[in-house]
Nanobody, 122 residues
């Protein structure tokens, strides 16, 4: 199995950028498709972005398309989420997650990090 630790969250103003990182340990990162899922208070978990094991295929949630970019460095066992033009509605806990088969369904992911808080002020 793989252990995931997110970092890079924080409090920013509308329009700012943040880059989240997800460091993986345990099983080789290239074994897994990786995703970012977020959860705002009182809401269901929402798919944000996902990338295939090789990085060839990516998917994005409609609310972040054109603003967020997922990337991965298998050699460094790290996955990133570059978030630009942040909006107050992006405020949530962001989770890094791993799965054997690329998916946009949050609850299909097998391994999860502890999450990192992103707060966007208006």
């Amino acid at each position: 199995q793989v252990q995931l630790v997110e970092s890079g969250g924080g409090l920013v103003q509308t329009g700012a950028s943040l880059r989240l990182s997800c460091a993986a340990s345990g099983r080789t990162l290239s074994t897994y498709a990786m995703g970012w899922i977020r959860q705002a208070p009182g809401k269901e978990r929402e798919f944000v972005a996902a990338m295939s094991r090789t990085g060839v295929t990516t998917f994005y949630g409609d609310s972040v398309k054109g603003r967020f970019t997922i990337s991965r460095d298998n050699a460094e066992s790290t996955v990133y989420l570059q978030m630009n033009s942040l909006k107050p509605e992006d405020t949530a806990v962001y989770y890094c997650a791993a799965t054997k088969s690329l998916t946009t369904i949050p609850y299909s992911y097998d391994y999860w990090g502890q999450g990192t808080q992103v707060t966007v002020s208006s």
